[in-house]
Protein backbone atom coordinates (compact mmCIF):
# COMPACT_ATOMS: atom_id res chain seq x y z
CA UNK A 1 0.00 0.00 0.00
CA UNK A 2 1.41 3.11 -0.50
CA UNK A 3 0.07 6.82 1.10
CA UNK A 4 0.51 10.00 -1.00
CA UNK A 5 0.05 13.48 0.52
CA UNK A 6 0.04 16.43 -1.75
CA UNK A 7 0.76 19.93 -0.23
CA UNK A 8 1.68 23.43 -1.75
CA UNK A 9 -1.91 24.38 -2.53
CA UNK A 10 -3.15 27.83 -1.91
CA UNK A 11 -4.99 31.37 -3.40
CA UNK A 12 -2.52 32.91 -6.18
CA UNK A 13 -3.05 36.00 -8.03
CA UNK A 14 -2.90 35.40 -12.39
CA UNK A 15 0.70 35.26 -13.36
CA UNK A 16 2.08 33.98 -10.12
CA UNK A 17 3.70 30.92 -8.65
CA UNK A 18 3.32 27.60 -6.29
CA UNK A 19 4.91 24.43 -5.96
CA UNK A 20 3.04 21.82 -4.96
CA UNK A 21 4.61 18.41 -3.65
CA UNK A 22 3.93 15.10 -2.83
CA UNK A 23 5.06 12.89 -0.11
CA UNK A 24 5.03 9.09 -0.34
CA UNK A 25 4.98 6.12 1.81
CA UNK A 26 7.49 3.08 1.12
CA UNK A 27 10.21 2.12 0.29
CA UNK A 28 9.63 1.68 -3.64
CA UNK A 29 9.09 4.70 -4.70
CA UNK A 30 11.60 4.90 -7.16
CA UNK A 31 9.81 2.17 -8.91
CA UNK A 32 6.76 4.22 -9.55
CA UNK A 33 5.64 6.34 -12.69
CA UNK A 34 3.80 9.59 -10.89
CA UNK A 35 1.57 11.76 -11.84
CA UNK A 36 -0.50 14.97 -11.25
CA UNK A 37 -4.26 15.25 -12.14
CA UNK A 38 -6.42 17.97 -11.71
CA UNK A 39 -10.00 18.70 -11.27
CA UNK A 40 -12.16 21.69 -11.49
CA UNK A 41 -15.45 22.41 -10.03
CA UNK A 42 -18.38 20.22 -12.22
CA UNK A 43 -15.22 19.20 -14.98
CA UNK A 44 -14.13 15.54 -14.97
CA UNK A 45 -10.35 14.88 -13.71
CA UNK A 46 -8.11 15.65 -16.30
CA UNK A 47 -3.88 14.89 -17.08
CA UNK A 48 -1.69 17.16 -16.21
CA UNK A 49 1.84 15.89 -16.79
CA UNK A 50 3.39 12.88 -15.70
CA UNK A 51 7.28 11.32 -15.09
CA UNK A 52 8.69 8.23 -15.00
CA UNK A 53 10.25 6.30 -12.43
CA UNK A 54 13.42 7.37 -12.79
CA UNK A 55 12.58 10.91 -13.74
CA UNK A 56 14.01 10.31 -17.13
CA UNK A 57 10.77 10.98 -18.83
CA UNK A 58 8.13 12.98 -18.58
CA UNK A 59 4.64 14.23 -20.26
CA UNK A 60 3.05 17.59 -20.64
CA UNK A 61 -0.91 18.23 -21.36
CA UNK A 62 -0.45 20.61 -23.86
CA UNK A 63 -2.24 23.69 -21.25
CA UNK A 64 0.61 23.94 -19.16
CA UNK A 65 3.66 23.04 -21.45
CA UNK A 66 5.85 25.74 -21.03
CA UNK A 67 4.14 26.60 -17.94
CA UNK A 68 4.28 23.54 -15.23
CA UNK A 69 7.90 21.83 -14.53
CA UNK A 70 7.74 17.67 -12.74
CA UNK A 71 10.07 16.72 -10.96
CA UNK A 72 11.55 13.79 -8.34
CA UNK A 73 13.37 13.38 -5.62
CA UNK A 74 13.84 9.42 -4.94
CA UNK A 75 15.86 9.79 -1.92
CA UNK A 76 13.11 12.02 -0.53
CA UNK A 77 10.06 10.00 -1.88
CA UNK A 78 8.64 13.20 -3.29
CA UNK A 79 7.63 14.47 -6.57
CA UNK A 80 7.26 18.21 -7.48
CA UNK A 81 5.44 20.47 -9.72
CA UNK A 82 6.44 23.78 -10.23
CA UNK A 83 3.65 25.97 -11.85
CA UNK A 84 4.87 29.10 -13.28
CA UNK A 85 2.31 32.16 -15.00
CA UNK A 86 -0.65 30.41 -13.74
CA UNK A 87 -3.70 31.24 -15.39
CA UNK A 88 -7.64 31.84 -13.77
CA UNK A 89 -8.26 28.11 -16.06
CA UNK A 90 -5.92 26.42 -13.51
CA UNK A 91 -8.05 26.87 -10.97
CA UNK A 92 -9.02 23.03 -9.28
CA UNK A 93 -8.00 20.45 -7.26
CA UNK A 94 -4.57 18.70 -7.60
CA UNK A 95 -4.19 15.18 -7.27
CA UNK A 96 -1.07 13.14 -6.99
CA UNK A 97 -1.02 9.76 -8.59
CA UNK A 98 1.34 6.85 -8.43
CA UNK A 99 1.50 3.40 -10.71
CA UNK A 100 3.62 0.51 -9.61
CA UNK A 101 4.49 -0.96 -12.52
CA UNK A 102 6.63 1.53 -14.59
CA UNK A 103 5.91 1.49 -18.79
CA UNK A 104 7.27 2.88 -21.67
CA UNK A 105 5.08 5.32 -22.37
CA UNK A 106 3.68 7.46 -19.68
CA UNK A 107 -0.24 7.13 -19.24
CA UNK A 108 -2.49 9.67 -19.39
CA UNK A 109 -5.76 8.04 -17.99
CA UNK A 110 -6.76 7.95 -14.37
CA UNK A 111 -7.94 4.68 -13.75
CA UNK A 112 -4.31 3.68 -15.07
CA UNK A 113 -2.95 4.47 -11.44
CA UNK A 114 -3.87 2.75 -8.52
CA UNK A 115 -2.78 5.07 -5.77
CA UNK A 116 -4.15 8.93 -5.65
CA UNK A 117 -3.28 11.24 -2.68
CA UNK A 118 -6.39 13.73 -1.03
CA UNK A 119 -5.93 16.83 -3.43
CA UNK A 120 -4.82 20.19 -2.42
CA UNK A 121 -6.63 23.12 -3.91
CA UNK A 122 -4.97 25.75 -6.09
CA UNK A 123 -7.36 28.76 -6.72
CA UNK A 124 -5.75 31.59 -9.09
CA UNK A 125 -7.71 34.94 -9.17
CA UNK A 126 -7.65 37.18 -12.31
Known amino acids: QVQLVESGGGLVQAGGSLRLSCAASGRTFSTYDMAWFRQAPGKEREFVVAISWSGGRTDYADSVKGRFTISRDNAKNTVYLQMNNLKPEDTAVYYC???????????????????WGQGTQVTVSS
Open 97 to 115: AARPRPRTVLPRHSYEYDY
